[in-house]
């Protein structure tokens, strides 16, 4: 049965930034599609305890991934201690706004270093383990900051890492490909979440980002999260290197 291909059974994921937001939202679909799932991030306010709670399989591994070596640690860590991984969401991501001649190395680099240099160091780490036991998939949380250039905030910074996380991507899917390892972003639009709810809160930015969206609406976690388990399972067994945008069609404009 095709529904069955969305199973993650006896399957090992890790999910980075996943005690909230998109993160856990992935992590609730990936656990109850079967998955054992390891959920990492600087703290965990609840979310491992209410899947937990709901009878999931899951673990809370803290990693800060401002520092270097974090991202291999943590994946090393599961390959060591649950014997594979066959399931890594690079989701965990900060936002910062500014004008770019304000935006100072600080911050660019703190930037760079949780929303791109992780997600590379994670597949890099990866990539050995998943193609010694036959296989493995990727996926990575992008934007559609990677697509175009958001209004009224400035955020070139953002966008630029984003759009290196849909590249990183596709290069991936194209070297991996050979190893059974499948490599996907997604590419979400404006996602209700704590990222995002003081840009909804403002007055000057909500309208904007509302009429700018088609569908007139934020999306939600489980949103995106219905189309990482699509992209995490055999469901999408011949997708590799795609950025699958959930805009609510913000970038058909
Ligand atoms: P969120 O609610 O702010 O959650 C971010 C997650 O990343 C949290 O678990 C956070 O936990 C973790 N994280 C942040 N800094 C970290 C660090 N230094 N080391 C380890 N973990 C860290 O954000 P979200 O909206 O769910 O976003 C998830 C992903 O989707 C991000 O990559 C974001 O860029 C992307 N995205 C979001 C939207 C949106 O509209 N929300 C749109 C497009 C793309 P701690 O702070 O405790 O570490």
């Known amino acids: 049965m095709i529904i ?3 199973r993650a059974d006896e ?19 990936l656990a109850e599609a079967g998955a054992q799932v390891i959920i990492s991030a600087r703290t965990d306010p609840g979310g491992s305890e209410s899947l937990r709670a709901a009878g999931h399989d899951v673990e809370y591994r803290p990693a800060d991934l401002l520092e270097h070596g974090a991202a291999d640690t943590l994946v090393q860590g599961v390959v060591r201690d649950q014997g594979r991984l066959d399931i890594l969401v690079n989701n965990a991501g900060i936002a910062d706004h500014g004008a770019t001649e304000d935006f100072d190395d600080a911050r660019l680099d703190r930037l760079m270093s949780v ?10 780490a990866a990539i050995v383990p998943m193609r ?3 296989g493995g998939v990727m996926l990575n949380i992008g934007s559609i900051s990677g697509f175009i250039s958001n209004i009224p905030q400035k ?7 984003k759009a290196a996380v849909h590249m990183l991507s596709k290069s991936l899917a194209s070297d991996l490909a050979a190893d059974n390892i499948r490599v996907n972003a997604i590419a979400p639009g404006y996602i209700m979440t704590e990222m995002t709810a003081g840009g909804f809160a403002n007055p000057d930015w909500a309208p904007v ?12 976690a489980e949103e995106v999260a219905a189309a990482a388990l699509f992209l995490c399972t055999d469901a999408s067994s011949y997708v ?11 970038t058909t404009r």
């Not at 994921?13 to 939202?25: H, K, S, W, Y």
């Not at 955020?155 to 890492?161: C, F, I, K, R, V």
């Not at 980002?209 to 939600?220: I, K, S």
């Not at 590799?240 to 913000?250: E, F, P």
């Open 4 to 6: 069955e291909r969305f």
């Open 240 to 250: 590799t290197g795609s950025v699958l945008t959930i805009d609510g069609g913000y």
């Open 11 to 29: 399957k090992v994921a890790l999910v980075t930034g996943g005690t909230r937001g998109i993160g856990l939202a992935i992590a609730r679909a």
């Open 132 to 134: 010694t036991q036959g």
């Open 115 to 124: 929303n791109f240099d992780a997600v590379f160091r994670a597949c890099r």
């Open 209 to 220: 980002w509302t009429d700018m969206t088609p569908m007139r609406r934020a999306g939600t």
């Open 155 to 161: 955020q070139s910074a953002y966008n630029a890492s």
